[in-house]
């Protein structure tokens, strides 16, 4: 299973770490990612890290903000979000696959076999 935490209210231009907690399974056999769904929204693929972590992919919206990172002693990936913006409110998951991130399978929620619960993330003045 993942457990997402690290959400909360933050201002404009503020930061925040998300973390991904994972249990039960090969971690390092799978590449994570963190999805959102805000409000009234489809779910979006944010960003994806490889299982090794060699590889990285995200979306042009959040590219230059946010970095994702894992750690495969500590079975964790990381999201650190810098310069946050209104429209990054949203629940915040993540989710494991086997599927790699290049090109744009990784943005198919379809492809993944774990999903953490979500945390809240509020960007708001």
């Known amino acids: 299973q993942l457990q997402a935490s690290g959400g909360g209210l933050v201002q404009p231009g503020g930061s925040l770490r998300l973390s991904c907690a994972a249990s039960?399974?090969?971690?390092?056999?799978?590449?994570i990612s963190w999805f959102r769904q805000a409000p009234g929204k489809k779910r979006e693929g944010v960003s994806c890290i490889s299982r090794g972590g060699g590889t990285t992919n995200s979306l042009d919206s959040v590219k230059g903000r946010f970095i994702i990172s894992r750690d495969n002693t500590e079975n964790t990936v990381y999201l650190r979000m810098i310069n946050l913006k209104l429209e990054d409110t949203a629940v915040y998951y993540c989710?494991?696959?086997?599927?790699?991130?290049?090109?744009?399978?990784?943005?198919?929620?379809?492809?993944?076999?774990?999903w953490g619960q979500g945390t809240l993330v509020t960007v708001s003045s």
């Open positions: 989710a494991g696959s086997k599927v790699g991130c290049l090109g744009r399978l990784w943005r198919d929620d379809d492809r993944y076999d774990y």
């Open positions: 039960g399974f090969t971690f390092d056999n799978y590449a």
